[in-house]
């Protein structure tokens, strides 16, 4: 019998699938909720589909971690401090995160910032960085100031 299986989505919600906060185990974000559409629940999946909702003036935690992302945004527009450069989001725009890359995506353009992130199912967990690894690896005076902790 096949496993194969649709979620059926409404104003980015899907059935079945648990609203969640972004994390639990810090506070160094701001207004941040995800979806876990695939992989959880799905063993043959060796990654997983999740979907981020940035609310205005919202960001994630900036991070780094050894595994890469996969990033598509499907709602909204915002920046993400990708190392020592912004960049502009808007819909439809893909990023690639590398291993160790320090990131944080922020819904700064006043409405929400909504994306899928593919991510490999064993992973390692985020890494905070600390001010002199910050120091260290943001160098240009703009991403700087646009950091949100």
Known sequence: MSRSKVIKAGHY???G??????KTDTRNFKNVHRFTLLGD???ELN?????????PGGYSSLEHHRHPHSVIVIRGSGTIILDDELHELSLHDVVYIA???IHQFQADKDEPLGFLCIVDRYRDRPIIPDDETIRRNITDQKVFEKIKK
């Open 47 to 55: 990654f997983q589909t999740r979907y981020f909702e940035v609310q």
């Open 17 to 22: 699938v648990e609203k969640k906060e972004y």
């Open 41 to 43: 629940d799905v063993p």
């Open 99 to 101: 291993p160790e890359a």
């Open 13 to 15: 919600n899907w059935q």
